[in-house]
């Protein structure tokens, strides 16, 4: 089994993974979005995750990116 070169670093709704989606790319950091129930209502089937999305970076900016995230959870708890 291959090694994906991208690891998962946040999961949210929408609302927090477009706020960690534009901290990474304030810092050149070009995340991808995986929307799993998106995917599964296009195709027809029902979804348990309705809203949430995950969150991917290339392993080179992993430590970085693990920041950023972090940076963005502490203004998000600091402003609740």
């Known amino acids: 089994m291959s090694e994906s070169e991208y690891t998962k670093i946040y999961y949210?709704?929408?609302?927090?993974?477009?706020?960690?989606?534009d901290a990474l790319e304030k810092e050149d950091i070009i995340?991808?979005?995986?929307?799993?129930?998106?995917?599964?209502?296009?195709a027809?089937?029902?979804?348990?995750?309705?809203?949430?999305?995950?969150?991917?970076?290339h392993n080179d900016e992993l430590e970085?990116?693990?920041?950023?995230?972090?940076?963005?959870?502490a203004e998000m708890e600091a402003s609740a």
């Open 12 to 21: 949210g709704n929408f609302i927090l993974v477009t706020r960690v989606k």
């Open 31 to 42: 995340p991808i979005i995986k929307d799993e129930g998106e995917s599964q209502r296009l």
């Open 44 to 57: 027809g089937y029902a979804s348990l995750n309705q809203g949430f999305q995950e969150v991917f970076v």
């Open 64 to 73: 970085k990116a693990n920041y950023i995230v972090e940076k963005v959870k």
